[in-house]
């Protein structure tokens, strides 16, 4: 990351450069969680991730976080893939989460998206309580609309 950027301490500067990592390469993904006061069977749990095989990038995006006061947590892994011809299997991983509810609020408070698949599955959380997995772009902007009921899809 350039050092204009991360010297910058700027809190728009660092929300719109976290912005646009998260729209081109970070994931929004809802998991099922078995809380005993949730007891739930559907996607409610948020987990906003970046992962790269940059160590220094994901120590920059921590620094931006904490300034911006926002928790998160982050480990290095190597990849477990099948694939032969995966290009980068031989490469750790360095990962950040950003998870649970107040946390996801926090980021689309102060950070947001502008990715329509991303905010798609974030209204569909906002509206639901939950946003199943593996569903397309298309049924989750039906899902929106109003024209697809997300109780009928049997997930």
């Known amino acids: 990351m350039p050092k204009s950027i991360l010297n910058s301490k700027d809190k728009v500067f660092y929300a719109r450069f976290l912005r646009g990592l998260f729209d081109t390469d970070g994931c929004l993904s809802f998991q099922k969680k078995n809380y005993s006061k949730f007891r739930l069977k559907k996607n409610f749990y948020p987990v906003i991730s970046i992962a790269t095989v940059s160590e220094r990038l994901i120590e920059d995006i921590k620094e931006m976080l904490n ?58 959380w906002q509206k639901f309580g939950f ?14 609309k109003g024209e697809l009921d997300i109780n009928s899809l049997g997930l």
């Open 67 to 124: 300034y911006l006061q926002i928790k998160h947590f982050s480990h290095g892994y190597q990849p477990n893939t099948k694939r032969k011809d995966y290009p980068y299997k031989d490469n750790y991983r360095h990962a950040i989460y950003v998870n649970g509810i107040e946390r996801l609020k926090k980021w689309m408070e102060v950070i947001g998206t502008r990715n329509p698949s991303k905010l798609s599955r974030y209204l569909i």
């Open 131 to 144: 946003c199943p997995a593996n569903l397309t772009y298309q049924q989750r902007k039906s899902i929106l």
